[in-house]
């Protein structure tokens, strides 16, 4: 079995997952997952706040034409993408296929029920499954396969150029 090259897995999964989190925060622009309610204190922001860091350090934004954005939550989004995106890099350059298979997209809605079927709700950061919209359900499932394809192919391309230098 081939060693794994962490130099190489740490650049292809911080690439793509800082690429996939562009994608999945425009994704959630088309189709957001959350009414503007729901979303004043998004999941990032909840969870932190569950775990102690106050609701002015979560509720932080900075103001860009004429829009107020939750740079913490960005903080968090981006780093479970990068840290998800290298994992999965790591699992492509040990070429794990049974779960780099359907180029990811098997992984990202296995992520999306880990976290938002299972782990979330059972933390009470978000409303249970059965209370949660399905349009959220849409919204985070396929955006989640999306998300995860991206990282694939992101992942994959950055450690191929790896091989052939």
Do not use: C
């Not at 860091?53 to 981006?78: C, D, I, M, N, R």
């Not at 079927?117 to 955006?143: F, R």
């Amino acid at each position: 079995m081939q060693k794994l090259n962490l130099k190489h897995v740490l650049i292809a999964g911080g690439a793509a997952g800082l690429i996939s989190g562009l994608v999945k925060l425009g994704w959630e622009n088309v189709l957001p997952p959350r009414t503007a309610a729901r979303n004043k204190v998004n999941p990032p922001q909840k969870l932190l706040q569950q775990l102690g860091v106050p609701a002015k350090l979560t509720q932080a934004s900075y103001h860009y034409s004429g829009e107020s954005l939750p740079w913490v939550s960005y903080l968090v989004h981006f780093g479970f993408s990068v840290s998800f995106a290298t994992a999965y890099a790591a699992l492509l350059d040990k070429k794990v296929k049974v779960l780099t298979l359907g180029k990811g997209v098997p992984f990202g809605i296995a992520v999306w029920v880990a976290f938002h079927l299972v782990i979330m709700p059972a933390m009470k950061t978000v409303p249970s499954v059965h209370d949660q919209p399905w349009e959220e359900h849409l919204s985070e499932s396929l955006g989640h396969a999306i998300w995860m394809w991206t990282n694939h192919e992101i992942a994959s391309e950055v450690l191929r150029q790896f091989k052939t230098d």
